[in-house]
């Protein structure tokens, strides 16, 4: 999801202290939150230098977003050719996305904009949410188009329905509430022939 902070002049980065620096923020944010997590936390944790970080990282968002990439990308929705697939594939990669301890911390530290860095929220919106949003949004769209939704469905409702069931079925409470809310929300959707 995201590329690696740009290069600065000087040595290049140790590839085991970059590693061991997302490793390190990865864990400070599982166990003690996005709001214990500092630059002299990691750097302690990573074996490395504050200096270090701030040379590589231009803010904490910047290293939380890196750090966080793969649990934080949700995907996109590919065109399969049939609606219930796709949109079966939708609810699938944002459940899977937000049910991820790791991504629940980066999403809820990116909408709050804990510590107003404006980037980090900027960055998760276009790189994670604005591209699956956009290919849910057509896999809905298609299904209109072949009539497969119920007659009078608003597709950007019906998109702002999956997010919202699912951020308050799997982020909101401590622990997710999984029990039929895939089959629900496909249902809801896109109801099955009778």
Known sequence: MTEPARRTPGRPRDVDTHEAVL??????????GYHRLTFGAVADAAGTTRSTLYRWWPTLGALVLEAAADNIDIGEVPD?????????????QLIR???DPLAKIVIMAAIANLDGDMDMATRFREEAVY?????????????RDRGDLSPGSDPTFLLNVIVGTVF?????????MLDGLEGGLLDLILPPAR
Do not use: H, N, Y
Not at 23 to 32: F, N
């Open 23 to 32: 490793e390190a923020t990865r864990a400070i944010l599982l166990e003690q």
């Open 80 to 92: 399969s050719g049939d609606s219930r697939t796709d949109v079966e594939c939708a609810v699938r």
């Open 97 to 99: 996305t937000f049910s």
């Open 131 to 143: 591209p699956w949003r956009s290919t849910a949004a057509a896999a809905i769209e298609r299904a």
């Open 168 to 176: 308050q079925c799997t982020v909101v409470p401590a622990k997710p």
